[in-house]
């Protein structure tokens, strides 16, 4: 996208925000310090306002008046009611997607089925930007099978981007399957889901792909793609809250074709049985283990709502229009100070997070979070070696944002204020 804005001033950005049709939906969210400015949804979404109600109700009246009948009532479906509005934003149909369990482990579930299911093949490709849970739980599996698989990484000529020769080069008739995240979790580097889908179909191979940086903030069609398997949190862009519960995407064809590593009762296909011997559920639902854990998982409900509502066409038009603006005052304002951007800056295939890179990205980023002044912070993360993440959300970030916090970064910079900070690094970046 060519952007076409005026200045780098504040009362350009103002300008920006009066024309957005989706500023409403800012007040969906808490915002209790109107000083802070917020860039990390890419790590954890904000609260939205209608979360605290409804676990109000589930803790009050659902646990506390109606008790262990609150099971027939609302909660037993509920992996399943909360997935089927989760697959209407990452295009999926009804009974492809439930809520269970973490995003490691619904990898692990679905690694482990896949690659039983290709039985006789023994390569597996991901790349170098793949998030380092998903590798570590490949390769914990590779040694559980006895070692005979292999995993492969592409590799990055730039730093930023994956070239599609990179694993057309390493996908083969010996490749079981290709596990990547769709968004890149450093440089925001977005895949062409359904060429990569294609080219490993092609070869007869599965892919798995991570939805965890792209689900609510790009538009996603596992459909359309014909992706088999996928697996996402819900606590960034979705905002469910920390630690709340992750999902699976079984394509509906493959599904009774792939067998669950865990059995629990919840995927049973009688829980309530209670038969001494399992028999898997003839639906998605073989991929649940236990007990859902219903007061989280009643948390995400609230921030799918708003995303649904808001549209995620719209949500990922204005979270384009807001990156590229950000890009626009980095080249401006940043650039001549020693900055750079670890980012595709083609919007078509960069998620909803800039990252910025400088030989002092983690004391600047504590800077930021620390503030000058008392009357601007901002919050982004950081990330080994030099990048600190911006991210934005189209139904709660604004122009304005924006320009203050690239305009404190650079107050920083003139400054050394970053220089104040102390090492080593905190443990949570």
């Not at 590779?142 to 996908?171: M, P, R, V, W």
């Not at 890009?327 to 909803?352: A, H, K, M, Q």
């Not at 620390?370 to 911006?390: A, F, Q, S």
């Not at 320009?403 to 090492?423: F, P, Q, V």
Request: charged share 25%; hydrophobic share 40%; aromatic share 10%.
């Amino acid at each position: 996208m060519k952007n076409s804005f005026e200045s780098i001033d504040i009362f350009a950005a103002k300008r920006l925000d009066s024309k957005d049709n989706l500023k409403s939906f800012r007040n969906e969210f808490v915002n209790s310090d109107p000083t802070t400015i917020y860039l990390d949804g890419n790590s954890l979404g904000r609260l939205p306002k209608r979360t605290i109600p409804l676990l109000d109700n589930v803790i009050n009246k659902e646990w506390g008046n109606d008790l262990i009948g609150s099971w027939n009532k609302s909660w037993y479906d509920k992996p399943y009611r909360v997935g089927n509005k989760l697959a209407k934003l990452i295009g999926a149909k009804n009974e492809e997607v439930i809520i269970t369990d973490s995003t490691s482990i619904n990898l692990y579930k679905l690694v482990y089925a896949a690659l039983r299911h290709q039985s006789g093949r023994t390569k597996i490709i991901s790349d170098v930007f793949n998030f380092p849970s998903d590798l570590y739980v490949i390769q914990g599996i590779i040694k559980e099978l006895g070692g005979n698989h292999k995993l492969e990484l592409a590799q990055s000529e730039d730093g930023i981007t994956i070239c599609d020769d990179a694993l057309n080069n390493l996908i083969d008739e010996n490749t079981a399957l290709v596990v990547l995240s769709h968004t890149a979790f450093k440089s925001g580097f977005v895949y062409d889901m359904k060429k990569i889908t294609e080219l490993a179909h092609s070869k007869g191979a599965l892919v798995l792909w991570d939805l965890s940086h792209s689900a609510g903030a790009v538009e996603i069609n596992l459909n359309d793609a014909n992706a088999d398997l996928a697996v996402g949190c819900t606590y960034k862009y979705l905002n469910g809250g920390p630690g709340s519960p992750a999902y699976l995407y079984v394509r509906e064809d493959i599904i009774d074709k792939l067998e669950s590593p865990i059995w629990g009762w919840f995927g049973d296909q009688d829980p309530f049985a209670f038969n001494p011997e399992y028999k898997p559920a003839a639906s998605i639902k073989k991929f649940l283990v236990g007990t859902p854990p219903v007061i989280s998982l009643s948390a995400i409900e609230p921030g799918l709502d708003i995303t649904l509502k808001a549209g995620i066409t719209n949500i990922r038009e204005k979270n384009i229009r807001l990156s590229e603006y950000m890009i626009f005052l980095i080249n401006n304002i940043l650039v001549p100070l020693g900055f750079s951007i670890g980012s595709p800056l083609d919007s078509s295939i960069r998620g909803s997070h800039v990252s910025l890179v400088h030989p002092e990205a983690y004391r600047i980023s504590k800077a930021m979070i620390r503030g000058i002044k008392d009357d601007l912070k901002v919050i982004p993360d950081y990330r080994k070696p030099n990048n600190i993440r911006l991210s934005v959300s189209g139904i709660y970030s604004s122009f304005e944002e924006i320009n203050k916090a690239i305009t404190l970064i650079k107050d920083i910079s003139d400054t050394r204020y970053y220089e104040t900070i102390a090492m080593p690094k905190e443990l949570v970046t």
